[in-house]
Nanobody, 121 residues
């Protein structure tokens, strides 16, 4: 199995910054990509940013220019630097990894437990 542990959420004033981290552990054979998604009550989980193990990134339009995703392949860890936070960025942020565990030949999606990010106005 693959386990994802997130850290770094919290409360910040609008315009401030936060950095999320997510470390993957377990019987990992390979990680294809990692990313961040966010969800507010009653709404679907939306993509924030993704990064492949080759460094190719993708961002939601709403965070381009403000958020930066990066990945440390050696540590199986993904980061999300969030600058110029807005109240509408308030959500639970979930880490995702598309990975292959030693118990399977298939790549599967694994999820972290979620980290609350609140930007107050």
């Amino acid at each position: 199995q693959v386990h994802l542990v997130e850290s770094g959420g919290g409360l910040v004033q609008a315009g401030g910054s936060l950095r999320l981290s997510c470390a993957a552990s377990g019987s990992i054979v390979s990680i294809n990509a990692m990313g961040w998604y966010r969800q507010t009550p009653g709404k679907q989980r939306d993509l924030v940013a993704t990064i492949t193990n080759g460094g190719v990134t993708d961002y939601a339009d709403s965070v381009k220019g403000r958020f930066t995703i990066s990945m440390d392949n050696a540590k199986n860890t993904v980061y999300l630097q969030m600058n110029s936070l807005k109240p509408e960025d308030t959500a639970v942020y979930y880490c995702n990894a598309r990975a292959r565990a030693s118990t399977s030949w298939l790549f599967k999606d694994y999820w972290g437990q979620g980290a609350q990010v609140t930007a107050s106005s």
